[in-house]
């Protein structure tokens, strides 16, 4: 079975600092790992996954996440971070054959001016 | 967008009512979820679908019940609401892509009074 912990459940940061939240998973198989983010009142939207290949993944938006495997983490990172960044994400990993995904419990990012 | 609605947005009942929540979809995926979301505890499977009248249990069904008629609408019903129950409810299709990444709806809050 998967499982995913977010390491904090709360960021606060001010604008344009850097940003990283923290996420390990355990699994016994390989796994696919995906970044969700939900703004306030709104479903999830994907953000940035990784499925093979170079363990650095980007997204639109400036963000980035490094799967490492040694360490089972997928760390999800900004290197300046704005008011509109501010929002709840959600690491989840999926694995085996079950089509099912693992979420972890979120991370509340706050961007203060 | 993936072509994901769910019906109602918000319902406001009573303990002991039945409830019915609906998701609909547009492009034919055979795969589709619902979750829970509660503070503190991130995303949680209730149910899922992989296909018409194809249905299994996640890790919280207890209480809820799921049919799938037709590929378009995965419908969640709780038999006889409590206010544990009060949450917000996220349908989600699986893409297409052979990764597992999941699509959301915009969600249903319900309040069990």
């Known amino acids: 079975a998967q499982s995913v912990t977010q390491l904090d459940s709360q960021v606060p940061v001010f604008e344009e600092a850097p940003v990283e939240l923290r996420c390990n998973y355990s699994?016994?198989?390989?796994?696919?790992l995906f970044w969700y983010v939900q703004y306030p009142n709104q479903g999830l939207q994907l953000l940035l996954k990784?499925?093979?290949?170079?363990?650095l993944v980007e997204s639109i938006n400036g963000f980035e996440a490094e799967f490492n495997k040694s360490q089972t983490s997928f760390h999800l990172r900004k290197p300046s971070v704005h008011i509109s960044d501010t929002a709840e994400y959600f690491c989840?990993?999926?694995?085996?054959?079950?089509?099912?995904?693992?979420f972890g419990k979120g991370t509340l990012l706050t961007v203060n001016p | 967008d993936a072509g994901i609605t769910q019906s109602p947005r918000h319902k406001v009942t009573e303990t002991g009512t039945p409830v019915t929540l609906r998701c609909h979809q547009t492009?034919?995926?055979?795969?589709m979820y619902w979750y829970r979301q509660d503070p503190g505890h991130g995303l949680r499977l209730i149910h899922y679908?992989?296909?018409?009248?194809?249905?299994d249990k996640g890790e919280v069904s207890d209480g809820y019940s799921v049919s799938r008629s037709k590929t378009e609408d995965f419908l969640l019903t709780l038999e006889s609401a409590t206010s544990s129950q009060t949450s917000v409810y996220f349908c989600?299709?699986?893409?297409?892509?052979?990764?597992?990444?999941?699509?959301f709806g915009p969600g249903t809050r319900l309040t069990v009074t």
């Open positions: 492009e034919n995926h055979r795969y």
């Open positions: 989840a990993v999926n694995g085996g054959s079950n089509y099912k995904l693992t």
């Open positions: 990784y499925l093979s290949g170079s363990t």
């Open positions: 699994s016994s198989v390989s796994v696919y």
């Open positions: 679908s992989y296909g018409v009248k194809d249905t």
């Open positions: 989600a299709i699986r893409g297409t892509s052979g990764t597992d990444e999941q699509y």
